[in-house]
């Protein structure tokens, strides 16, 4: 088993209380004929907390796009591999969710996706943690749970390496060598504090 340096950066109560707190700011600003659309497969952990604290009246659709591959930094311009059902966005507000907001290439995709291509009426972008350190376009979320300032790779709550620990209920930041790879321990050594299965 592979296994990688890494720290906590956000604990499971962290991310518990931002997610209450996110959805009594964004209820008020559900108004008529809402679809929640998180983009796959990150934001799946965020829509689950998130969309159980909010009305019951919403639809649920999803956006799939990938840019990462198995890699630590994006590697190419993210592309919409599946698509919401079109009655589902046209002339509905479109709540769309991500797991981070990085580059921000991805939301801005999705929501031009959402509104150019399907016709929304409107999408309200929200994301579970903004990190503008490496912002490359200009694109904000309308709300957000978290913001982290450092420059970290951060795995858990969604956020994966090469499809792993999506399913980590907490946040932590991998320890990346010169070549922006993980740093892995020797199986020995891998059974201290500071090692991830
Ligand atoms: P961006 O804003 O860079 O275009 O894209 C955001 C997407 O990149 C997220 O949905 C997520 O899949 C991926 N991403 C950005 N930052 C990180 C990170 O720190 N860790 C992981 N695992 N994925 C990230
Ligand atoms: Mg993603």
Redesign the pocket.
Known sequence: MRRYRHRVVLGQKDLDLAVKALAARLAPRLVGEVTAIP?LG??MMFAADLLRRLPTSLRLDFLRLQ??GDH?R?QQV?MADWLPQARHVAGKTVLLL??????????QEAKRVLLEDFGAAQVLTTVFLD?PA?RQVAMEADDFALRIEED????GYG???RGLYRNLPYIVALELDAQGQPVELEAAAGLDEGSLG
Do not use: C
């Open positions: 983009i990150g934001a840019s990462y630590t994006p993210p991500d797991d981070i907001l990085d580059a921000g290439r991805t939301l990190k490496r970290a790779f951060l795995v956020l994966d390496y």
